[in-house]
T-cell receptor, first 118, second 115 residues
């Protein structure tokens, strides 16, 4: 079965420092890849997604992610974090229908809680 | 900006009781979803719904669960007889069309506590 691993439960970063959140997936084919963010009391908001093509994708709020097929990874990065980036970050995958996956349900990682130090 | 809303934000119930979690998807969306997140665990897909019927469901979505779109705006998840292990955050989502290139918009969640 497909799975998503976010190895870091908590990450603390100083404001203005760079950020990288790790995500690895386990599946034979390349799934659709997503990063979501959840601020306290809010729903999950899509930051960016990868389907095909350029392996470096740009998202909202200055985030980017790089797909590396050889490492089955889709790490999220930001060059300079702001205090407002403190939130829970979720990596998720979806299987294309032609790969035998259901077209509907996303598979999520456990999330990484990002703490910003002043 | 349109958003998915969920009520209540927190529901406390006794084991064995029925609960209904409510969601109002974005108005022009056609596909609706429920996910849940048990504390400390992953967000898990439960069910998707389209054209007044279940499109897909996970193995978690057993006979204790049901979904309904009782009117043109609400989308509900019913748990018939709650168990302690049903305690979780339940997220509703909606999208304009099927397939993952249509973004799933999520609500803020309902925290269900079963005592």
């Amino acid at each position: 079965a497909q799975s998503v691993t976010q190895p870091d439960i908590h990450i603390t970063v100083s404001e203005g420092a760079s950020l990288e959140l790790r995500c690895n997936y386990s599946y034979g084919a390349t799934p659709y890849l997503f990063w979501y963010v959840q601020s306290p009391g809010q729903g999950l908001q899509l930051l960016l997604k990868y389907f095909s093509g350029d392996t470096l994708v740009q998202g909202i709020k200055g985030f980017e992610a790089e797909f590396k097929r050889s490492q089955s990874s889709f790490n999220l990065r930001k060059p300079s974090v702001h205090w407002s980036d403190a939130a829970e970050y979720f990596c998720a995958v979806g299987l294309p229908m032609y790969s035998g996956g259901g077209a509907d349900g996303l598979t999520f990682g456990k999330g990484t809680h990002l703490i910003i130090q002043p | 900006e349109p958003e998915v809303t969920q009520t209540p934000s927190h529901q406390v119930t006794q084991m064995g009781q029925e609960v209904i979690l409510r969601c109002v998807p974005i108005s022009n969306h056609l596909y609706f979803y429920w996910y849940r997140q048990i504390l400390g665990q992953k967000v898990e897909f439960l069910v998707s719904f389209y054209n007044n019927e279940i499109s897909e469901k996970s193995e978690i979505f057993d006979d204790q669960f049901s979904v309904e779109r009782p009117d043109g705006s609400n989308f509900t998840l019913k748990i018939r007889s709650t168990k302690l292990e049903d305690s979780a955050m339940y997220f509703c989502a909606s999208t304009v069309g099927r397939a993952f290139y249509n973004e799933q918009f999520f609500g803020p969640g309902t925290r269900l506590t079963v005592l």
